[in-house]
């Protein structure tokens, strides 16, 4: 059976990971405060904090932002339920949107009709790894008209002045948006660094800070790692100096930190990550040029003249068919011993969300996207040959089902 994206798990990895765990730091330590320097020096963003996963380290963000009752975060109906969660959580109100017609990504339209003086936040989905347009959120969120109707609840909203627009990059770790890497298109941007994305820790995540420059990002890295901690004013490695065990809690965190055994991983997947997104490259061209030439084909977008994806999913539709061909299609691709999935089941379907008054019917470019998608093995190891049993189990399937 081709899985669908299984980790890259060799020597390299198994090595670093044995000695950390030699090494006698198998919480937060050396390693993973190098692994947050190697994410900022390679993203060029302003500062990095690792956690152990994307869902945590943004329900901190949301906190510290002041993000609870009252307020608004528009997010696309199109995405994984954490988006969603992890608002809900905060108290606030998740407030969907459709996605583009030409892509899988939050509509900008269907943002400027849904901001209110309660919108706090923007989370913007770069679904498959494929980024937003980030440079129209920006100029939306700064015209005259949404910064007038702003209304900030504390200090830092006052001080940034208008709506903070967030990147959910669970996926798009390494892509790129006019030469800038995701990282560093939003104000603040969440990595997931999950068993199955590009670049894994088996668990884990980063949030990355791009705030603007009266922003003290050295002082927000502190924040955080003290929030991260139960609030606690010192991790086990700093009190592991002489006579420095005395620590004060500042406020009652969270507890999300990554330990040194995740960060063993991510230094040695981040270290040769160019080497992986090109491999996923190669496997993206290799389904563009086996699908191109029938018409039942929709291919997806991954790369424009000023972004490039991190080929994180690829995400085939088959023009024309029901949901029920879809799961069809996709049921005769599992016969031939091929893994495929589905990105994502929208929001709305979800009965979380049902039961919150959501409804699929007012996102219909999400459903005409969502019932006639496919999502294909991409990973390291995924050889040509197995590439080629791919290509063959999906043009089988789609004959067998469609004719």
């Known amino acids: 059976m081709i899985p669908f994206s299984p980790p890259r798990i060799d020597d390299a990895v198994v090595n670093e990971v044995t000695a950390a765990l030699k090494s006698g730091w198998i919480t937060t330590g050396p390693r993973t405060k190098t692994f947050e320097k190697e994410i900022t020096e390679y993203c060029g963003c302003n500062a990095t904090v ?4 994307w869902t945590m380290g943004m329900q901190v963000l949301l906190h510290w932002w002041g993000i609870g009752p009252g307020d608004e975060v528009i997010l696309p109906a199109y995405t994984y339920c954490a988006s969603a969660n992890v608002i809900v959580h905060s108290g606030a109100k998740p407030v969907m949107v459709d996605i583009n017609p030409e892509d899988f990504n939050i509509s900008v339209e269907a943002i400027q009709n849904a901001i209110t003086p309660n919108t706090k936040a923007i989370i913007a989905v770069d ?37 903070l627009l967030i990147s959910d990059a669970a996926h798009s770790f390494g892509a790129l948006m006019n030469g800038v890497r995701s990282g560093s298109l939003a104000d603040i941007s969440t990595f997931s660094f999950h068993a ?24 927000i890295y502190k924040e955080f790692c003290t929030k991260i ?9 700093a009190k592991t100096q002489k006579g420095n065990w005395r620590y004060d809690v500042e406020e009652p965190g969270f507890k999300c930190n990554m330990t ?9 997947e981040l270290r040769r990550y160019q080497e ?52 069809a299609v996709m049921q005769a691709i599992f ?35 969502y019932q006639n998608e496919i999502s294909l093995p ?11 049993t791919v290509i063959d189990a999906v043009k089988n399937a789609v004959k067998q089902v469609l004719g």
């Open 50 to 53: 690792a956690v152990n996963s």
């Open 127 to 163: 679904l498959a790894g494929f980024p937003c347009d980030y440079d129209a959120i920006y100029h939306l969120i700064q015209k005259k008209e949404i910064v007038g109707q702003f209304s900030p609840k504390n200090d830092l909203q006052q001080k940034l002045g208008r709506i």
């Open 196 to 219: 199955v994305k590009n670049l894994t820790t088996a668990e884990g995540g980063a949030i990355c800070f791009n705030l603007p420059q009266d922003f003290n990002s050295e002082e």
């Open 229 to 237: 901690l139960h609030g606690q004013n010192k991790d086990a490695l």
């Open 260 to 268: 040194d055994i995740q960060a063993a991983i991510g230094l040695v």
């Open 276 to 327: 992986n997104l090109e491999r996923r490259k190669q496997i993206f061209e290799a389904y563009d040029q086996a699908f191109s030439s029938f018409k039942w084909a929709i291919l997806p977008l991954h790369t424009t003249e000023n972004k490039i994806s991190s080929y994180h999913l690829y995400q085939l539709r088959i023009a024309g068919i029901t949901e029920q061909q879809r799961d």
């Open 335 to 369: 016969d031939q011993d091929v893994s495929v999935n589905v990105h994502f089941l929208p929001l709305p379907t979800l009965t979380a969300y049902k039961k919150r008054g959501y409804k699929m019917e007012d996102y219909p470019e999400t459903w005409n996207k």
């Open 378 to 388: 991409v990973y390291f190891d995924l050889n040509d040959e197995l590439v080629n």
